[in-house]
């Protein structure tokens, strides 16, 4: 079968959205700064709602954003089984116990190029992590930008 995964980004960085660099750079949920993965999410809409959990307002608006589909085989996918979530997975700011899985998982020589994991969001969803890094990450078909819009709606403005 194959998998989707869909990636909300700034259009000016449309070109190296699926680098890795940004989580490189900072760091997120499942992964230490120093180690490059993409974040993406099963469907637009819970990539929008990541989105915009982290977002200012005013800006979000005020931003050019494309969204880029990612497909591959799901013999790529790796799974983060529920029963192996510490406790305080989902807490915000990120902890620590949810990136060292994250972490081991990157640097696992047996590894895929792509892992499941829950949202923190919308936690009856999940989001995809993909390894830039991985030998096989070139089985992962990057999609074409396409240019997305948030509905001011969603930010309380008509």
Not at 32 to 44: F, I, L, Q, T
Not at 65 to 81: H, K, Q, R, S
Not at 114 to 138: C, E, I, K, M, Q
């Amino acid at each position: 079968m194959t998998g989707r995964a869909w990636r909300i980004d700034k259009t000016r960085w449309a070109e190296t959205s699926f680098s890795g660099e940004g989580a490189r750079l900072y760091g997120g949920r499942w992964d230490s700064p120093g180690r490059p993965v993409v974040y993406a999410a099963e469907h637009p809409a819970l990539a929008a709602m990541e989105i915009l959990v982290h977002a200012v307002p005013d800006q979000l608006l005020a931003t050019a954003y494309c969204l880029i589909e990612a497909t591959f085989d799901d013999t790529l996918v790796d799974e983060l089984p529920a029963k192996d979530l510490p406790p305080d997975w989902a807490d915000d700011p990120a902890p620590d116990s949810a990136r060292r899985l994250g972490d081991a998982w990157l640097a696992a020589p047996d590894s895929r190029p792509v892992l499941r994991v829950p949202s923190a969001v919308v936690r009856t969803t999940n989001n995809y992590l993909l390894n830039p890094l991985h030998p096989r990450f070139g089985e992962v078909q990057i999609g074409t930008p396409q240019p997305f819009r948030f509905d001011p709606r969603l930010l309380g403005k008509k």
